[in-house]
C-alpha cells in the first residue's frame, strides 16, 4: 500500500515532464516502461524514447530525475533508456490520443 502511494506521487511527478517535440507529458506518451521501487525507497525508470535519434535523449532522463527526487521517502532515482520494445504510437494514453487528435 505504501508503494503503491509513492508509486501514484512518482506517476504524478513524470507527468510534469514533456518532449518538447510533441506537447503530451512522457508518462501519457507511453515512454515509461516501468517504474520500480526497492524496499529502500531507491527508484529505478526505465523508459524509452521517441527514437534513437531524439534530439531530446540528453535532457529528458535528467528532467525525470529532477521531477522524483524530491519526493518525500525517496532515496535515489536512476533512469535508464532502453529501445527494447521500441515506442510506437500504440503507448499513448487514450487521453493524449485525443488530445493529440490521433483519435
Same mark, same amino acid.
Not at 507527468?15 to 516501468?34: Q, S
Not at 515506442?87 to 490520443?97: C, E, G, V
Given at each position: 500500500?505504501?508503494?503503491?502511494?509513492? %508509486?501514484?506521487?512518482?506517476? @504524478?511527478? $513524470?507527468?510534469?515532464?514533456?518532449?518538447?517535440?510533441?506537447? +503530451?507529458?512522457? !508518462?501519457?506518451?507511453?515512454?515509461?516502461?516501468? $517504474?520500480?521501487? =526497492?524496499? =529502500?525507497?531507491?527508484? /529505478?525508470? $526505465?523508459?524509452? #524514447?521517441? @527514437? *534513437?535519434?531524439?534530439?531530446?535523449?540528453?535532457?529528458? *532522463?535528467?528532467?525525470?530525475? &529532477?521531477?522524483? %527526487? !524530491?519526493?518525500? &521517502?525517496? /532515496? @535515489? +532515482?536512476?533512469?535508464? $533508456?532502453?529501445? &527494447?520494445?521500441?515506442?510506437?504510437?500504440? #503507448?499513448? @494514453?487514450? &487521453?493524449?490520443? #485525443?488530445?493529440?487528435?490521433?483519435?
Amino acid at each position: 500500500m505504501e508503494n503503491m502511494i509513492l %508509486k501514484n506521487k512518482i506517476i @504524478s511527478a $513524470i507527468k510534469t515532464v514533456y518532449d518538447p517535440e510533441i506537447p +503530451v507529458n512522457v !508518462y501519457d506518451l507511453g515512454m515509461i516502461y516501468e $517504474i520500480n521501487i =526497492s524496499e =529502500s525507497k531507491d527508484v /529505478k525508470i $526505465i523508459m524509452t #524514447l521517441t @527514437s *534513437p535519434n531524439c534530439p531530446e535523449a540528453e535532457r529528458i *532522463p535528467p528532467e525525470i530525475v &529532477d521531477a522524483i %527526487k !524530491y519526493i518525500e &521517502d525517496v /532515496k @535515489s +532515482v536512476d533512469v535508464e $533508456i532502453t529501445f &527494447d520494445p521500441p515506442w510506437t504510437k500504440d #503507448l499513448i @494514453s487514450p &487521453d493524449a490520443m #485525443l488530445e493529440l487528435g490521433l483519435m
